[in-house]
T-cell receptor
């Protein structure tokens, strides 16, 4: 099955700086890679996703890059703000099948004022 | 629209007791999922359903059963609770399987003593 590794487990950045979270996956058939943000006491919420037919996707301050050859993808947050503080999860599917996503173990992002 | 709702929000059980967690979605999604979230472990898939009347096992199905009698509801049952099942349980739904966004509920925090 799919295995997703996520680094770092904790990331502290100054407000206004950029943050980068990296993930690797094992199943070369995986073709969908979402990123979720989870605030304390809430369920995960999708912030951006990328499919295997593109290498980069951007939505305002958030971008995701995908390297299929190396089997890794990254989340980039620019101009970080206090409300970006949360736990972020990367995930990958298993070749487009019906079963669920495989998640990384999460990154606790802390924005220092 | 309420999206994905979960009942109850919190529950404390004694070892050996049983209970059912209810997930409901009002988005007419075919696919529904149950995950558990443990500290440092990310989210792991317990069971999933690709439509009314169907269920399938995920990564960690032991000790759990599920039913999908109605399209909008997905029930997770614990027949004989164990302390190892202390966790936060999340339900999710999706319009088209693991190639599409999954929408998560707010979670149920279960403690087994």
């Amino acid at each position: 099955g799919e295995n997703v590794e996520q680094h770092p487990s904790t990331l502290s950045v100054q407000e206004g700086d950029s943050a980068v979270i990296k993930c690797t996956y094992s199943d070369s058939a995986s073709n969908y890679f979402p990123w979720y943000k989870q605030e304390l006491g809430k369920g995960p919420q999708l912030i951006i996703d990328i499919r295997s037919n593109v290498g980069e996707k951007k939505d305002q301050r958030i971008a995701v890059t995908l390297n299929k050859t190396a089997k890794h993808f990254s989340l980039h947050i620019t101009e970080t703000q206090p409300e970006d503080s949360a736990v972020y999860f990367c995930a990958a599917n298993s070749g487009g099948g019906a079963d669920g996503l495989t998640f990384g173990k999460g990154t606790h992002l802390i924005i220092q004022p | 629209n309420a999206g994905v709702t979960q009942t109850p929000k919190f529950r404390v059980l004694k070892t050996g007791q049983s209970m059912t967690l209810l997930c409901a979605q009002d988005m007419n999604h075919e696919y529904m999922y149950w995950y558990r979230q443990d500290p440092g472990m990310g989210l792991r898939l317990i069971h999933y359903s690709v439509g009314e009347g169907t269920t399938a096992k995920g990564e960690v199905p032991d000790g759990y059963n599920v039913s999908r009698l109605k399209k909008q509801n997905f029930l997770l049952g614990l027949e004989s609770a164990a302390p190892s099942q202390t966790s936060v349980y999340f339900c999710a739904s999706s319009p088209g399987g693991s190639f599409y966004e999954q929408y998560f509920g707010p979670g149920t925090r279960l403690t087994v003593t």
